[in-house]
C-alpha cells in the first residue's frame, strides 16, 4: 500500500482509539510495518494535530527520517515486528483499566472465553521498564513472544495484528477484559476461570471466527 494512504489509516486509528475512550492526551502509539521498517506516529503530538507528513518512517536499523522525531518506543513496536512475524500493525495505549490491571501487576486470566483473542490463556503484564528503553522492548519482545497483547506493568497495553482494524479491535477488547476482571476482582479474588482445555478449544474455533472488515 502507498505510504500516504497507511499514514492516514494510523491517522484514523489514533483519532477512533480517543473516540473509544482508549486513550487521553498525548499518551500512546500507533504504527504499520513497511518496507522493511515500519510508519508510526511521532512523539508527543496530540492525535487531532496529526497529518499524513507527520508520520515517520524508521528504518530496520532504526534509523528515522531528518526533520521528524518518532515515538519515544518505537523500540517496542520494532520489537514486535521482530518477534511475530504475522503482525503488520502495532496499537500502543494507557486505556484505564488496562493500567490498572498493569498496576496490580497482574495476568488478566481466562475470567472470559474471550481472553483467547489474545493468542492464549491469560493477557501477560511485561515488567516495568522506563519509558523509551531497550529494557522495556525487550520485556515486550519476552510477554508477546505467544501472544498478540501484553499489559505493561505501570503503564498501559500493547495490542498487535495483521493490520491497523483489527489491532485497534484487539486493544479494545482487551480493555473490555481488563474491566470485566477488576470489576468481579472486587468481589472475590481469586476470580474463577475457565480451564485451560475450554481456551484450545476456543481458540481452535478462533482459527474461522473472528473480525470480518472490508479492506
Ligand atoms: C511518556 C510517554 O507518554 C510514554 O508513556 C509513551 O509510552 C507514550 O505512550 C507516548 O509517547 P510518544 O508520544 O513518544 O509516542
Ligand atoms: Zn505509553
Keep these: 500500500m502507498e505510504r500516504e494512504v497507511l499514514a492516514r489509516e494510523i491517522i484514523e486509528t489514533c483519532l ?3 473516540r473509544l475512550g482508549l486513550n487521553q492526551g498525548t499518551a500512546g502509539n500507533v504504527s504499520v510495518r513497511y518496507q522493511g521498517g515500519m510508519l508510526i506516529t511521532p512523539t ?4 487531532e494535530r496529526l497529518t499524513e507528513s ?7 536499523a532504526g534509523q528515522f527520517e531528518e526533520g521528524k522525531i ?5 523500540r517496542f513496536h520494532q520489537a514486535v515486528y521482530h518477534t511475530r512475524p504475522d503482525a503488520n500493525a502495532v496499537v500502543h495505549n494507557h486505556a484505564v ?4 490491571v498493569s498496576i496490580l501487576n497482574r495476568p488478566i486470566p ?3 472465553y474471550m481472553i483467547a483473542v489474545g493468542g492464549g490463556n491469560s493477557i501477560p503484564c511485561a515488567p516495568y521498564a522506563t519509558f523509551g528503553t531497550r529494557q522495556l522492548s525487550e520485556h515486550v519482545a519476552r510477554a508477546m513472544k505467544d501472544r498478540k497483547a501484553t499489559l505493561l506493568q505501570h503503564h498501559g497495553l500493547i495490542a498487535c495484528e495483521e493490520n491497523l482494524q483489527k489491532a485497534l479491535w484487539l486493544a479494545h477488547e482487551v480493555e473490555v477484559l481488563a474491566r470485566l476482571y477488576l470489576t468481579t ?5 481469586p476470580v474463577p476461570v475457565l480451564p485451560d482445555e475450554e481456551i484450545a478449544l476456543v481458540l481452535e474455533k478462533f ?8 479492506e
Design 16 to 18: 477512533e482509539m480517543t
Design 44 to 47: 508527543g503530538t496530540p492525535y
Design 54 to 60: 507527520s508520520i515517520v518512517f524508521v528504518d530496520a
Design 70 to 74: 518518532p515515538s519515544s518506543e518505537w
Design 97 to 100: 483499566h488496562c493500567t490498572a
Design 110 to 112: 481466562a475470567i472470559h
Design 185 to 189: 476482582l472486587a468481589i472475590v479474588d
Design 207 to 214: 482459527k474461522t471466527y473472528g473480525l470480518r472488515i472490508e
